[in-house]
Nanobody
Framework: QVHLVESGGGLVQPGGSLRLSCRAS????????MAWFRQAPDHEREGVSS????????NYAASVKGRFTISRDNTENTLFLQMNSLKPEDTAVYFC?????????????????WGQGTQVTVAS
């Protein structure tokens, strides 16, 4: 079993930045690709970005491309999401997810383990 804990969320003004972290523990040898998802009130959960097992392949949703950067530090079993130029529509609970597959995209069904989420609110 892999346990994921997100941190770094909070309240930020439009145009600001936040850096989310997700620390994995437990059976981390089972962790391959990882991703960030988000869910806003009254919206379905959507994939934001994914990264393969060694960090060389990344994918981004069109809505965040050029503003968000995903990365990982496998020595620390930690996933990151640098979010710049934040917009009110980025407001959501952000979830970290881990897959047993080495490569994965941003579809829910590709992921086996999920964190509890961290709230990101973008408002003046």
């Amino acid at each position: 079993q892999v346990h994921l804990v997100e941190s770094g969320g909070g309240l930020v003004q439009p145009g600001g930045s936040l850096r989310l972290s997700c620390r994995a523990s437990g059976a981390t040898s089972e962790t391959g690709a990882m991703a960030w998802f988000r869910q806003a009130p009254d919206h379905e959960r959507e994939g934001v970005s994914s990264i393969n097992y060694d960090g060389r392949v990344t994918n981004y949703a069109a809505s965040v491309k050029g503003r968000f950067t995903i990365s990982r530090d496998n020595t620390e079993n930690t996933l990151f999401l640098q979010m710049n130029s934040l917009k009110p529509e980025d407001t959501a609970v952000y979830f970290c997810a881990a897959s047993r597959f080495l490569f994965a995209g941003t579809r829910d069904r590709e992921y086996d383990y999920w964190g509890q989420g961290t709230q990101v609110t973008v408002a003046s």
